[in-house]
T-cell receptor
Framework: EDQVTQSPEALRLQEGESSSLNCSYTVSGLRGLFWYRQDPGKGPEFLFTLYSAGEEKEKERLKATLTKKESFLHITAPKPEDSATYLCAVQGGETSGSRLTFGEGTQLTVNP | ETGVTQTPRHLVMGMTNKKSLKCEQH?????MYWYKQSAKKPLELMFVYNFKEQTENNSVPSRFSPECPNSSHLFLHLHTLQPEDSALYLCASSQARREQFFGPGTRLTVL
């Protein structure tokens, strides 16, 4: 059974204070690891897909990296508008179909 | 309209009511999904449709009944729900097994 654990559950940063969010996973044959951002009362917004260990992707102040056991979402010099819940999900091999297994998320608050 | 839309955005219903949630995707995708999101719990996959055919039912109670008349529209019919069914119901779509794009959700409250 695929499993995803995200840490920390909640993170408070000052504006400009860089940090990282962690996503640890176990999956049978990783097909893809996905990062989403979710604002309160809204649906998740797609950020990145990572397919293989060593892969990195960047978007503005966000950078996602992947190893064989975990993924990190690095936030450089965050701004208050980066405050949201960040979700990680994995998609396993052929027997998993298109199913995504989500973690519980990290709630990020960036104070001005 | 662009992306994935859902209606209604908010719904309050009694346990004896029958209601339906609607989802429409404008992305040309061939797969659609229903998820349930409860407080302090990960997103739970409920149903998957590929090319209008249901390919996954994640042990969802029969009081939830999905319908997919075509690859752009997805419904979730609700009847005799329980208070513990109160949650945010999210629809998503994807092209095959690629990244899924979510709608804004329907906030459901069962009294």
């Amino acid at each position: 059974e695929d499993q995803v654990t995200q840490s920390p559950e909640a993170l408070r940063l000052q504006e400009g204070e860089s940090s990282s969010l962690n996503c640890s996973y176990t999956v049978s044959g990783l097909r893809g690891l996905f990062w989403y951002r979710q604002d309160p009362g809204k649906g998740p917004e797609f950020l990145f897909t990572l397919y293989s260990a060593g892969e990195e992707k960047e978007k503005e102040r966000l950078k996602a990296t992947l190893t064989k056991k975990e993924s990190f979402l690095h936030i450089t010099a965050p701004k208050p508008e980066d405050s949201a819940t960040y979700l990680c999900a994995v998609q396993g091999g052929e027997t998993s179909g298109s199913r995504l297994t989500f973690g519980e998320g990290t709630q990020l608050t960036v104070n001005p | 309209e662009t992306g994935v839309t859902q209606t209604p955005r908010h719904l309050v219903m009694g346990m004896t009511n029958k209601k339906s949630l609607k989802c429409e995707q404008h992305l040309g995708h061939n797969a659609m999904y229903w998820y349930k999101q409860s407080a302090k719990k990960p997103l739970e996959l409920m149903f998957v449709y590929n090319f209008k055919e249901q390919t996954e039912n994640n042990s969802v109670p029969s009081r939830f009944s999905p319908e997919c008349p075509n690859s752009s529209h997805l419904f979730l019919h609700l009847h005799t729900l329980q208070p513990e069914d109160s949650a945010l119901y999210l629809c998503a779509s994807s092209q095959a097994r690629r990244e899924q794009f979510f709608g804004p959700g329907t906030r459901l409250t069962v009294l």
